[in-house]
């Protein structure tokens, strides 16, 4: 390990423990209880848009459909769990995960021969046939009205149904992932998939396989958006269409880019700072024009996301 | 627009002053008469000493309603309601000055769930109401239960929230949840019979939205209706939100059972009502029956004499004809200069019973097992006529009237041509 | 389905279609000129509907308001284009960002002005007197106004050609969709071509509004789903071409349509399954170019 890696590695170590512990030194604030389930739903959706970032900001892979896998593995998660009738974590997660991986092997292997916008499109389409799934098969996922009663986990006897125990499940898999996409981006995969987003004629001239580059990517980050997916069914203990919805594939774009994409932190940051609008600003506040403000803003005066600006203040 | 404000602002002047009227005690009148003899300031003393004396520790409710998406306009007609019923009881319900906290749940059950859990665990609310969209009210159904709060729900009519259920799916009753809208067996099953039995009708053909919501309006009304030996002879089904309705329409059109049921409303009501008069369907001879959402307030108000003819169900009308309903529409259209729609009932009532119910305690919230018996055994007369909780499964019992839409004057209205006393929803 | 019933839905499935082309060519016109995925579009319609009907209101001549809302967004996008998109040449993602902050911004600010006749409450724009009664066509009563977007459309893609094809700006712009490098290299003023151009989309996408107005009403949201549909007509078509515009509007408008008859359980994505299956055989749309340098 270099030595800036260390000091990367001991200040991640620092804010991780910082804010696993919230709850605990918190506790005498009001909003405590409040404020520790909403950094819950921002970790859950930094797992989300950290791993689309893997296709958006690492292999340039623009995919509009990313909820699928969201949906996907909360689906997969809640059903298994209630058939089974097991709240074992490593049942339902790993059912979130095995289920959101199919099916972005099948969404991937079809997208993955288009490009750019076609891409795009293609993944917008076919997610929304996963949607209409989710919204029509009603005896599988509850149709329109949601599937509810979702129980949360026990892992070896340790039972996350308390709000704070929830809260440590959140932040250790949420530092895991992180661990492991920090780990992906340092590798030679991780830059074999920016040399896909740069010039994929010369990763193909120089004997890569591009194509199956960028299927594998898509399929562990559709497996990784089922992490999240799963998170999401414990802490609300519902999962609806709306998790499979467009508007969801959409939040998850937006918060890669207004981070910054292509950067780890960047995603975490997008997703405080949509989640933030949408659920803690006074109801009284246009949230919707606020968050349209929030987006020029960004883009007019923190070119490549706040993660960016950041960099560039700091060199300066 | 300025002179709109000034009207509405004079409007507001007025009502706040005959609400003060109505709500002050005779002695806070007697403390107010000397202030037109000059002496304002000892006299504003006077009254801010009495309701220091007599106000009970400050209630907080609050009210989760969409306020942006599709629903929009649900929420801010709820909220009027909501902000007029509190302005005439002078801001106070038993005693208690009342604070009410809104929050947008923007048509999403996970920020609906969020804000709930704000209510809970930040602003520590003494009750909750609200909720338009029914996945909402179902994903909150846990939290609300297991924080043993207690929620009035003034839309959501999935018939599951008021029912028991097999595992509790998609949704079962709560001691803590009461409603006072309806449930989708409310408004859909009694016309049913009502068509079958009253009516004469031999054969229908159903047309709803594509949801939870339409299928299960389209199942109850299946049921009253072939229960009375009606025959259904076909049915189909429209995506929520599509674009044009057109294809649909003309798809009613080549098949022979003029009686027509539908389940729409707000937007897909209007195009359905257009499509339905563009295609020539009422000079073919066909009938729209429906749910009352079909033609209500906001359709009315676009589609107008299109959706002439038109007999749907709901508990109440504007045209309703009791003095309830009388006084509210009054204030409402002094207040806001608009005709009050049936979300801003559901909502009027929902306080109307927390307010009655607190009474009861005497303003006591701590209780809840004293408050929910308390809400169960309120009683009274809402714009809708007589109002009261199945104590068993917390929905009301209310009439429901049928109604036919006519023109006249110029004005599109729903006039009541038959009323079912007493609708129960079976759920137990 | 007998020949009738086919006939009628093949009249709706055309003037459906004809609305989807009015919707999309300004989307297809920027994206091919300025290498652009415009996100507003969806909003930049909702606006012109809603000025469409404020001017209607103020007139009483529809007539009047397909004539003011066009001008109306042109002078927004004449704004737009300068202000906020000519320094993200080429920065896809950085567009996608800020035409999704502006259309939330554009039609959150529709929601607000509850004081204009705006708001969120559904409203409609009536039809054009003369256009508002039914013809009988092959024994059943079709709505005029349906045979008017009909005309209308076909019209307008005629007069986008007739431009195209004829006129200076027209050949710049085939010239610009080819390579607007070697236009700027051959001493053409691109910044102020793509401010015409955009201007030019934005208007297409305001009179889309107001054509589609009395059909597809005014409400929340109508701004998502023009978008989504415009999106779809121009990527099943192939992007940035006129041509393509017109067959993925031939294309989807039908086959939407007539998928919702046949096969009714499929309506909720059954455009998404057209294009789909479109993409899947045609990775370019169906008159695309292999140009895939992104």
Not at chain 2, 297 to 302: P, R
Not at chain 3, 188 to 201: S, W
Request: proline share 3%; aromatic share 10%.
């Amino acid at each position: 390990m270099s030595r800036s890696t260390r000091i990367r590695a001991a200040i991640v170590l620092a804010v991780w423990v910082a804010l696993a512990t919230f709850p605990e030194w918190s506790v005498a604030w009001e909003s405590s209880r409040f404020a520790a389930g909403i950094i819950r739903q921002i970790l859950i959706f930094a797992i989300f848009a950290s791993s689309l970032n893997l296709l958006v900001g690492y292999a340039g892979l623009p995919s509009l459909g990313h909820a699928a896998f969201f949906g996907g593995g909360a689906y997969a998660a809640a059903i298994v769990a209630q058939r089974l009738g097991t709240d074992e974590l490593l049942v339902s997660l790993g059912a979130a995960v095995a289920g959101a991986a199919l099916l972005a092997l099948v969404v991937g292997y079809l997208a993955v021969r288009a490009v750019g916008i076609f891409f795009l499109m293609l993944t917008l389409a076919l997610a929304q046939m996963v949607f209409a799934i989710a919204f029509q098969a009603t005896d599988l996922t509850g149709g329109s009205n949601g599937f509810s009663g979702v129980h949360r986990p026990v892992l070896l006897g340790i039972d996350f149904n308390a709000a704070n125990d929830l809260y440590l499940l959140v932040c250790a898999v949420a530092l895991l992932v992180a661990l492991l996409l920090w780990r992906l981006a340092t590798s030679s995969y991780g830059r074999a998939l920016v040399g896909v987003r740069e010039n994929e004629r010369r990763m193909r001239a120089l004997g890569y396989d591009t194509r199956t580059l960028k299927l594998s990517a898509f399929v562990l980050a559709g497996a990784l958006a089922g992490v999240a997916g799963a998170l999401s069914a414990y802490e609300f203990r519902f999962v609806s269409p709306n998790d499979v919805a467009l508007g969801t594939s959409v939040a998850g774009f937006v918060m890669v880019l207004i981070g910054g994409a292509g950067t780890l932190v960047g995603p975490i940051v997008g997703a405080a700072v949509v989640l933030s609008i949408e659920r803690v600003l006074p109801s009284q506040l246009p949230a919707q024009m606020v968050l349209g403000i929030v987006f020029i803003a960004f883009v007019v005066f923190a070119r490549q996301g706040l993660v960016g600006a950041v960099r560039r203040a700091v060199r300066a | 627009m300025g002179k709109r404000n000034d009207a509405a602002a004079e409007r507001g002047f007025r009502i706040s002053r005959r609400a003060f009227l109505i709500s002050s005690s005779a002695a806070a009148l007697a403390a107010c008469a000397p202030s037109t003899t000059g002496n304002a300031a000892s006299s504003a003393a006077a009254t801010t000493a009495a309701a220091a004396a007599t106000a009970g520790p400050p209630l907080k409710l609050g009210q989760l309603l969409p306020f942006t998406k599709v629903y929009a306009e649900l929420g801010n007609s709820m909220k009027r309601s909501t902000d007029l019923y509190l302005k005439l009881k002078g801001n106070k319900l038993a005693n208690r000055p009342v604070t009410v906290i809104y929050e947008d749940e923007a048509n999403d059950p996970q920020v609906g769930l969020a804000k709930t859990q704000k209510f809970i665990d930040q602003d520590k609310v003494d009750v909750m109401l609200g909720v338009v969209a029914t996945p909402i009210a179902y994903a909150i159904r846990n939290a609300v239960d297991s924080a043993k709060m207690i929620y009035i729900d003034t839309n959501a009519g999935g018939n599951a929230l008021t029912r028991t259920t097999n595992n509790c799916t998609p949704s079962c009753k709560s001691p803590y949840i009461f409603r006072t809208s309806f449930s989708s067996y409310q408004i859909s099953e009694p016309i049913g019979e009502y068509m079958a039995s009253k009516k004469g009708v031999k054969e229908v053909f159903t047309f709803v939205a594509d949801y939870g919501f339409g299928t299960e309006s389209q199942a109850d009304f299946t049921t009253g209706f072939t229960k009375n030996g009606g025959k259904i002879t076909g049915s189909l089904k429209a995506p929520l939100g599509s674009a044009d309705f057109v294809p649909f329409v003309t798809q009613l059109k080549a098949q022979p059972t003029k009686d027509i049921y539908s389940f729409f409303s707000g937007a897909d009501a209007v195009k359905y009502i257009q499509a339905w008069n563009q295609l020539g369907l009422p000079a073919a001879g066909y009938k729209m029956n429906g749910a009352g959402f079909l033609t209500e307030q906001d359709v009315l108000a676009v589609v107008k004499e299109q959706a002439n003819g038109a007999i749907t169900s709901l508990f109440w009308a504007v045209e309703l004809d009791n003095p309830e309903n009388k006084a509210f529409k009054d204030a409402y259209q002094k207040e806001y200069n608009l005709l009050p729609d049936v979300f801003a009932v559901q909502a009027w009532d929902g306080m109307q019973a927390l307010d009655l119910a607190l009474q009861a305690t005497k303003g006591d919230t701590s209780d809840k097992q004293k408050l929910i018996a308390a809400l169960e055994a309120v009683k009274f007369n809402s714009p809708r006529g007589a109002f009261e909780f199945d104590k068993d499964t917390h929905n009301p019992i209310q009439d429901m009237y049928m109604r036919e839409v006519k023109t006249a004057n110029g004005q599109t209205v729903n006039t009541i041509s038959d009323k079912i006393g007493r609708v129960t929803d079976p759920g137990k | 389905m007998t020949l009738e019933d086919a006939l009628q839905q093949a009249l709706n499935g055309l003037s459906f279609g004809a609305l989807l082309f009015i919707l999309a060519a300004g989307l297809s016109l920027i994206f091919g000129m300025m290498d652009v995925v415009n996100l507003a579009h969806g909003a930049f319609y909702m606006l012109g509907a809603y000025v469409a009907l404020s001017v209607t209101r103020a007139t009483g001549s529809f007539w009047a308001a397909l004539v003011v809302a066009p001008l109306a967004l042109a002078a927004l996008g004449l704004l737009v284009e300068p202000l906020l998109l000519r320094r993200l040449r080429g920065r896809h993602l950085d567009q996608v960002l800020i035409t999704i902050g502006l259309s939330l911004v554009i039609a959150d600010f529709i929601r607000l002005r509850d004081d204009w006749g705006w708001g969120a409450t559904v409203r409609s724009l009536p039809f054009p007197a003369g256009l508002d009664r039914s013809v009988a066509i092959a024994g059943s009563d079709y709505p005029t106004y349906r045979l008017f977007v009909i005309a209308f459309g076909a019209g307008l893609a005629l007069l986008l050609y007739v431009l195209h094809r004829r006129t200076r700006i027209g050949a710049l712009v085939r010239a610009g969709v080819g390579d607007a490098e070697m236009l700027s290299a051959l001493g053409v003023d691109t910044d102020r071509l793509f401010t015409v151009t955009f201007a030019i989309g934005a208007g297409l996408a305001g009179l889309a509004g107001v054509v589609a107005a009395p059909v597809f009403g005014l409400q929340p949201g109508m701004d998502v789903d023009a978008l989504i549909y415009s999106l779809i007509v121009v990527v099943v078509g192939g992007l940035g071409s006129l041509s393509g515009a017109v067959a993925g509007s031939a294309v989807v408008g039908p086959a939407d349509t007539f998928g919702k008859v046949l096969v009714p359980q499929f309506a909720l994505a059954l455009i998404f399954a057209i294009m789909a299956l479109v993409l899947l055989f045609r990775p370019t749309g169906l008159l695309g170019r292999v140009r895939i340098g992104r």
